[in-house]
């Protein structure tokens, strides 16, 4: 996010700093949503702040395009199984590999 900033014409510093802000507020407001309700009101604000054809449908869009809900799924899968076999552990878990100790 932040080299898309910089593309964009915002200098290093301030595109690195809104992205931690961006980064906090996201997680602030999860926090939040978590003790007033949980996912429903996540997705709630979600739906509520995504306009037909607006800004955050595009960037949704391209998201899901590009898989992007598969590879973080993905990416916890492999560094989940990168922790067994550092430890010792067989690291044939999850999906598409056969069952194995954990």
């Given at each position: 996010m932040s080299d898309a900033g910089v593309h964009m014409g915002f200098s290093r510093?301030?595109?690195a700093k809104l992205v931690r802000q961006t980064a906090l507020g996201s997680a602030l407001y999860a926090e939040h949503?978590?003790?007033?309700?949980?996912?429903?009101?996540?997705?709630?604000?979600r739906n509520d702040i995504t306009s037909p054809a607006g800004t955050t449908a595009s960037a949704l869009y391209t998201l899901e395009r590009g898989n992007f809900r598969s590879t973080v799924y993905d990416a916890v899968w492999s560094a989940y199984r990168r922790s067994l076999e550092l430890g010792g552990t067989s690291?044939?878990?999850?999906?598409?590999r056969e069952s194995g100790s954990h």
């Open positions: 510093e301030v595109s949503c978590a003790s007033e309700g949980g996912q429903a009101m996540a997705t709630s604000l690291s044939a878990v999850g999906p598409g």
